[in-house]
Nanobody, 123 residues
Framework: QAQLVEAGGGLVQAGASLRLSCVAS????????MGWVRQAPGKERECVAD????????YYSDAVKGRFTISRDNAKNTVYLQMNSLKPEDTAVYYC????????????????WGQGTQVTVSS
């Protein structure tokens, strides 16, 4: 059965860094792009980064561009999100997601989701 498991969330102060990881299981999960989607309270899900199966090209939302870096290790079925210079507005539940598309920058393009990991940034 397809499964995505995130780890690495937590409570940090503004300016700090966190690294999220997501381990995928199930053959179909590694054939397309993988992405990180976040959802803040009262807001819609927002894709902040995605990466193709080959490792490029990548997409970053304007809100995180220059601060977040997505990467993947297909040998380990793992995708990472390095988050630097965190801001209070980055506070959200972060989901790892997988799709059959080569790239996908919209949350609706991802049919497979992890359970999410909470990231809280205090000011």
């Amino acid at each position: 059965q397809a499964q995505l498991v995130e780890a690495g969330g937590g409570l940090v102060q503004a300016g700090a860094s966190l690294r999220l990881s997501c381990v995928a299981s199930g053959l179909t999960l590694i054939v397309g792009a993988m992405g990180w989607v976040r959802q803040a309270p009262g807001k819609e899900r927002e894709c902040v980064a995605d990466i193709s199966r080959s490792g490029g090209p990548t997409y970053y939302s304007d809100a995180v561009k220059g601060r977040f870096t997505i990467s993947r290790d297909n040998a380990k079925n793992t995708v990472y999100l390095q988050m630097n210079s965190l801001k209070p507005e980055d506070t959200a539940v972060y989901y790892c997601a997988s799709t059959f598309y080569t790239t996908a920058s919209r949350a609706v393009d991802y049919p497979y989701w992890g359970q999410g990991t909470q990231v809280t940034v205090s000011s």
